[in-house]
Antibody, heavy 130, light 107 residues
Framework: EVQLVESGGGLVQPGGSLRLSCAVS????????INWVRQVPGKGLVWVSR????????SYADSVKGRFSVSRDNAENTLHLQMNSLRAEDTAVYYC???????????????????????WGKGTSVTVSS | DVQMTQSPSSLSASVGDRVTITCRAS??????LNWYQQKPGTAPKLLIY???SLQSEVPSRFSGSGSGTDYTLTISSLQPEDFATYYC?????????FGQGTKVEIK
């Protein structure tokens, strides 16, 4: 069964650090990416970061670039979101999300990949407050 | 960044109604458009990918359409379990961006 389980959330002071973890099981290492998406309770979804399941090719939203970093722990099949210099506006529920890539080739001769977030963890709550 | 604008922000409907939610991208996203459903206190769930492809085990009353910049999610006959918030999301480019959500409430 494909599963993502987040951990590591909690209360941290502004300027502090926190490391979120996402335990991955049931994924093929091919054609999958792991995203972090956050949501302030009662508000919308905001993409934060993405990394390939082999730990390569990380990307970040401008709002977290230089403060957050993603990495993979090969031994434990776990991905981490290291969050430094935290701000009050980083307060949110953070979801670990599996994004599948599906190849397409259309009648016009174009080809590429469709990406869609089809596996979501339950989320872990981060509160940045003094 | 590609901006995604959903309309309406909320709607009230009755069981059995046909419901349509629209999503407009700030540039062409070539059908790289996904729809998600979120119920309170739970993670979002993928409904539709690549604009019109129904995700496995999603009821056939959900359908998606559109191209270029304009996309639509349709629920053909609203069921009690469909009352939720719906989000569109573009996967054409990074950063991934979501619409602001459409809350479907009971009339």
């Amino acid at each position: 069964e494909v599963q993502l389980v987040e951990s590591g959330g909690g209360l941290v002071q502004p300027g502090g650090s926190l490391r979120l973890s996402c335990a991955v099981s049931g994924f093929s290492l091919n054609n999958y990416w792991i995203n972090w998406v956050r949501q302030v309770p009662g508000k919308g979804l905001v993409w934060v970061s993405r990394i390939k399941t082999d730990g390569s090719d990380p990307s970040y939203a401008d709002s977290v670039k230089g403060r957050f970093s993603v990495s993979r722990d090969n031994a434990e099949n776990t991905l981490h979101l290291q969050m430094n210099s935290l701000r009050a506006e980083d307060t949110a529920v953070y979801y670990c999300v599996g994004e599948e890539a599906r190849f397409y080739y259309d009648t016009s001769g174009f080809s590429g990949y469709y990406y869609y977030m089809d596996v979501w963890g339950k989320g872990t709550s981060v509160t940045v407050s003094s | 960044d590609v901006q995604m604008t959903q309309s309406p922000s909320s709607l009230s409907a009755s069981v059995g109604d046909r419901v349509t939610i629209t999503c407009r991208a700030s540039q062409s996203i070539s059908s790289h458009l996904n729809w998600y459903q979120q119920k309170p206190g739970t993670a979002p769930k993928l409904l539709i990918y690549s604009a019109f492809s129904l995700q496995s085990e999603v009821p056939s009353r959900f359908s998606g359409s559109g191209s270029g910049t304009d996309y639509t999610l349709t629920i053909s006959s609203l069921q009690p379990e469909d009352f939720a918030t719906y989000y569109c999301q573009q996967s054409y480019t990074l950063p991934r961006t979501f619409g602001q959500g459409t809350k479907v409430e009971i009339k």
